[in-house]
C-alpha cells in the first residue's frame, strides 16, 4: 500500500467519521428526514453533473440499476435517515461507534448466511468487537442512554449490512459517479416520501446549520463517496475496507472535540477493542482472497 493511499484512506475516514458529528449539529436546528432529503438532492444532482462532465452514462446494466435502488433505499434512506431521527437524543460518538461495527456485521453474515469461511483470526475479531461494543453500551446504559435511539441507530447499520452483501459486484461495469449520485437521488425520494408520512417540518436557521449542512452535503456526502471508489479502484474493496478500523477513533475523537461529548475511560477502552476487532476481521478476509 503505497503513501498516496495511505493519505487517502486518512482522509476518507476522517470525513466519514465527520459526518456523525455534522448530523448531530443539523437535528438541532432542521427536522431531520426533511434535512436529508435535501442533503441528497443537493450532492445527487451535483454527483451526476460531475459524472456527466466526465464522460459518464446513466445507462447502466439491469445488476447496476437493481444496487442504485437498493443501496439508495437501504443505505442512504433507511441507515442514514434512522441515524438522523436517533441523534435528536443519541450523542455522535455512540452513533459513529455503533455505525463502526458495520463490518464486523457484513463479516458475521458472510460466514452465517452466504457460506464464507472465517479464518480464526476473524472469528477473534468478531468476538472482540462484541466485548468491545458490551463495554461501551454497559457504560452508557448506566448513564442513562436513550434506548429508543440506540435501536434506531441498531438497526441502521443492520440496513447498512444488508445493503453491503446485497449489491457486492453488482456496481461493476464503469459509471461508478453516475451510480452514486443516482443513488443519492433514489435515497432522496424515499425519505421525502417517510418525512411527508411521519414528519412535521422544522426549521431554525442559523450559521451552525448553514456551515453543518453545507459541509455534508459536499464532504461526507460527496467527496468522500469519490475518494472511497478511487480507493477500492487501486487497492480492492477488501483492502480498502481496512481503513474501517480506524472510524471508531475518529467518529468519538470528533465529536469529543467538537461538540465537547464527555468521553470515558470505558469509552475509550470499547473503543480500542472494537477497532481491533474490526481491524482483525478484516486482515481475516483480505488474507482469505
Given at each position: 500500500?503505497?503513501?498516496?493511499?495511505?493519505?487517502?484512506?486518512?482522509?476518507?475516514?476522517?470525513?466519514?467519521?465527520?459526518?456523525?458529528?455534522?448530523?448531530?449539529?443539523?437535528?438541532?436546528?432542521?427536522?431531520?428526514?426533511?434535512?436529508?432529503?435535501?442533503?441528497?438532492?443537493?450532492?445527487?444532482?451535483?454527483?451526476?453533473?460531475?459524472?456527466?462532465?466526465?464522460?459518464?452514462?446513466?445507462?447502466?446494466?439491469?445488476?447496476?440499476?437493481?444496487?442504485?435502488?437498493?443501496?439508495?433505499?437501504?443505505?442512504?434512506?433507511?441507515?442514514?435517515?434512522?441515524?438522523?431521527?436517533?441523534?435528536?437524543?443519541?450523542?455522535?460518538?455512540?452513533?459513529?461507534?455503533?455505525?463502526?461495527?458495520?463490518?464486523?456485521?457484513?463479516?458475521?453474515?458472510?460466514?452465517?448466511?452466504?457460506?464464507?469461511?472465517?479464518?480464526?483470526?476473524?472469528?477473534?475479531?468478531?468476538?472482540?468487537?462484541?466485548?468491545?461494543?458490551?463495554?461501551?453500551?454497559?457504560?452508557?446504559?448506566?448513564?442513562?442512554?436513550?434506548?429508543?435511539?440506540?435501536?434506531?441507530?441498531?438497526?441502521?447499520?443492520?440496513?447498512?449490512?444488508?445493503?453491503?452483501?446485497?449489491?457486492?459486484?453488482?456496481?461493476?461495469?464503469?459509471?461508478?459517479?453516475?451510480?452514486?449520485g443516482l443513488q443519492m437521488l433514489?435515497g432522496c425520494v424515499a425519505l421525502?416520501?417517510?418525512?411527508?408520512?411521519?414528519?412535521?417540518?422544522?426549521?431554525?436557521?442559523?450559521?451552525?446549520?448553514?456551515?453543518?449542512?453545507?459541509?455534508?452535503?459536499?464532504?461526507?456526502?460527496?467527496?468522500?463517496?469519490?475518494?472511497?471508489?478511487?480507493?477500492?479502484?487501486?487497492?480492492?474493496?477488501?483492502?480498502?475496507?481496512?481503513?474501517?478500523?480506524?472510524?471508531?477513533?475518529?467518529?468519538?475523537?470528533?465529536?469529543?472535540?467538537?461538540?465537547?461529548?464527555?468521553?470515558?475511560?470505558?469509552?475509550?477502552?470499547?473503543?480500542?477493542?472494537?477497532?481491533?476487532?474490526?481491524?482483525?476481521?478484516?486482515?481475516?478476509?483480505?488474507?482469505?482472497?
Amino acid at each position: 500500500m503505497d503513501i498516496r493511499a495511505i493519505l487517502a484512506g486518512l482522509i476518507f475516514v476522517l470525513m466519514w467519521s465527520s459526518a456523525f458529528t455534522s448530523a448531530r449539529i443539523i437535528v438541532v436546528d432542521a427536522s431531520p428526514l426533511w434535512a436529508l432529503s435535501v442533503r441528497y438532492l443537493i450532492s445527487g444532482l451535483l454527483g451526476v453533473a460531475i459524472a456527466l462532465a466526465l464522460g459518464q452514462s446513466w445507462r447502466l446494466t439491469p445488476a447496476q440499476w437493481r444496487a442504485t435502488i437498493i443501496f439508495g433505499v437501504l443505505q442512504n434512506a433507511v441507515y442514514l435517515g434512522l441515524n438522523f431521527v436517533a441523534m435528536q437524543t443519541v450523542e455522535a460518538s455512540l452513533a459513529a461507534i455503533i455505525a463502526s461495527t458495520m463490518p464486523l456485521l457484513v463479516g458475521f453474515a458472510a460466514w452465517a448466511f452466504l457460506g464464507e469461511r472465517l479464518r480464526p483470526l476473524g472469528v477473534a475479531g468478531l468476538l472482540a468487537g462484541v466485548v468491545g461494543v458490551f463495554i461501551i453500551m454497559s457504560a452508557r446504559l448506566s448513564g442513562g442512554v436513550d434506548l429508543t435511539g440506540v435501536l434506531l441507530c441498531g438497526l441502521g447499520v443492520m440496513a447498512l449490512t444488508a445493503a453491503t452483501l446485497l449489491v457486492r459486484g453488482a456496481t461493476s461495469g464503469g459509471n461508478f459517479l453516475m451510480i452514486v449520485g443516482l443513488q443519492m437521488l433514489a435515497g432522496c425520494v424515499a425519505l421525502a416520501l417517510a418525512a411527508l408520512l411521519f414528519e412535521t417540518p422544522r426549521l431554525n436557521p442559523t450559521w451552525p446549520l448553514f456551515f453543518a449542512f453545507t459541509y455534508t452535503c459536499l464532504v461526507p456526502g460527496l467527496a468522500a463517496t469519490m475518494i472511497w471508489f478511487w480507493l477500492v479502484n487501486r487497492l480492492g474493496a477488501t483492502r480498502a475496507a481496512t481503513f474501517h478500523f480506524l472510524n471508531p477513533f475518529f467518529g468519538v475523537a470528533i465529536a469529543a472535540l467538537l461538540l465537547s461529548e464527555p468521553l470515558g475511560a470505558s469509552d475509550i477502552l470499547g473503543v480500542v477493542i472494537v477497532a481491533l476487532g474490526i481491524l482483525a476481521v478484516q486482515i481475516s478476509r483480505q488474507k482469505k482472497e
